[in-house]
């Protein structure tokens, strides 16, 4: 690590980060969500990336902070909100995600438990779609994204719908990542600048919905799968996998909480 580990307090100040585009009923349900935390967020931070439907008013019904966006692109928005955080630690979610009742708490409580780690992912599970299918649907796609993002960054990856680091950690990291390349997946760039300076480790505890929309067509799901190998690529050579377990110091155990 480059910076000391955070010590552990029990009154970390939290910090909801939701990137939004024209997203405003998916907004609604999310927010809804947020409100019936166990642990409420000490802010919600919705990050308005050029919506032209209702996302900006709904964000601010429900007691959000509206933050705009002018750069196209997830990247540029999720930095613009994690800049905007004021909390200790910071989570993210996506607008079209269903948070367990308890999401907040979990993620807060590690942070709190854990002072070593710099940042946590948790699972996911559909709530839309052929009910038969959600449950297996999740566990393939999540177990393939693990199975092909750990041996690439040698150590765990960040899932972009559930997700927290510490706000020290953004700040060590904010000048290194791909903020304006529409094109990249940020939560895999984000990862891999992440796993420079500290621990990511994964939280099976933190519970989300997520919405099966992205892979609703044959044409969305490749293009998602192109955008991943473009945010490897532009990391290569330096990351070239044998290079970063060198530098990372992989082994079989670096994902384990």
Same mark, same amino acid.
């Given at each position: ?29 999310c ?14 931070? /919705?990050? #308005?990336?050029?919506?032209? $439907?209702?996302?900006? &008013? ?5 007691? @959000?902070?509206? =933050? ?32 367990a009742?308890t ?46 993002m ?8 960040l ?13 060590? /990291?904010? #000048?290194?990542?791909?903020? $304006?390349?529409?094109? &990249? ?5 984000? @990862?891999?600048? =992440?796993?420079d ?27 998602r799968i ?8 532009v ?22 909480t």
């Amino acid at each position: 690590m480059t910076h000391p580990a955070a010590p552990r307090t029990g009154t970390l100040r939290v910090s909801v980060v939701i990137p939004v585009k024209d997203d405003d009923r998916a907004l609604s349900r999310c927010l809804d969500a947020l409100a019936r935390q166990t642990r409420r967020a000490d802010e919600i931070i /919705v990050v #308005d990336n050029g919506s032209s $439907d209702a996302s900006a &008013l709904v964000a601010r019904g429900a007691g @959000a902070h509206v =933050v705009r966006c002018e750069r196209p692109g997830i990247p540029a928005a999720s930095a613009t909100g994690y800049d905007a955080a004021s909390g200790d630690v910071i989570l993210r979610l996506d607008a079209d995600c269903v948070p367990a009742s308890t999401w907040v708490d979990t993620m807060t409580d590690a942070f709190d438990r854990r002072p070593d780690v710099d940042a946590f992912t948790g699972h996911a599970r559909f709530v839309d779609g052929p009910r038969v299918l959600r449950t297996v649907l999740a566990a393939m796609y999540l177990g393939f994204f693990g199975l092909v993002m750990v041996p690439t960054l040698g150590h765990a990856p960040l899932f972009g719908s559930n997700l927290g680091m510490r706000a020290s950690t953004w700040r060590a /990291v904010r #000048d290194a990542v791909h903020q $304006d390349d529409p094109e &990249l997946h940020d939560d895999i760039d984000l @990862a891999f600048h =992440v796993g420079d300076v500290g621990r990511i480790r994964y939280l099976p505890r933190a519970g989300m919905g997520i919405s099966m929309r992205p892979f609703g067509d044959a044409r969305s799901f490749a293009r998602r799968i192109a955008m991943g190998f473009r945010t490897v690529i532009v990391h290569w050579p330096r990351d070239f996998p044998p290079k970063r377990w060198a530098r990372t110091g992989f082994s079989s155990d670096r994902s384990r909480t």
